[in-house]
């Protein structure tokens, strides 16, 4: 009788383990894929798309605080993930900047205002083909499909036309 006992509870402790362990499994298949950004790379990504005159006087270092004073402010304004019911969250163009400036003042890195907005800008693009974030032109989010102008690679054909293809 001892034995059926232990034998019931193990069976019972197994699938237990098995539904909580199902059940992470799902919630972390559902997650969106985590993306991981190389600090190195994303300073060799940036000091190569800056103009020269901003890497003319701007030291590696320089660029590596201004970018973790960039991704501070991504992260005190909680980008939000994929899938959230609230939708996208929208900044104003210049609210990035102007946080950095004032962190930048704070720990005392002197940079030209000028200077930080393009590292802003290739930083943003350097996430952006990582795949970290997506942003969005909200007047284009905003837009009505119908009233956006045609691509001008886009050709109207009338009812009957089709379209001819190159070679």
């Not at 237990?16 to 994303?42: R, W, Y």
């Not at 969250?89 to 393009?118: K, S």
Request: glycine share 6%.
């Amino acid at each position: 009788m001892v034995f059926v006992i232990l034998g019931l509870a193990a069976v019972l402790v197994i699938v237990i383990a098995l539904v909580f362990v199902g059940d992470a499994v799902g919630k972390t298949s559902n997650m969106p894929d985590q993306i991981v950004v190389d600090v190195h790379e994303a300073i060799d990504f940036c000091a190569e798309a800056l103009p020269s005159d901003v890497t003319a006087v701007m030291t590696f270092d320089d660029l590596r605080r201004i970018l973790r004073l960039h991704l501070e402010w991504i992260q005190a304004y909680h980008w939000s993930p994929e899938g959230n019911e609230e939708g996208p969250i929208l900044f104003e163009e210049f609210d990035a900047l102007d946080y950095v400036m004032e962190r930048a003042a704070a720990i005392r890195l002197e940079v030209p205002r000028g200077h930080v907005a393009q590292v802003i800008d290739v930083h943003s693009s350097y996430l952006q083909v990582m795949g970290a974030i997506h942003l969005e032109d909200p007047v284009q989010v905003e837009a009505d499909l119908a009233e956006l102008p045609l691509n001008a690679d886009v050709v109207e054909l009338g009812g009957d036309e089709t379209p001819e293809l190159d070679g």
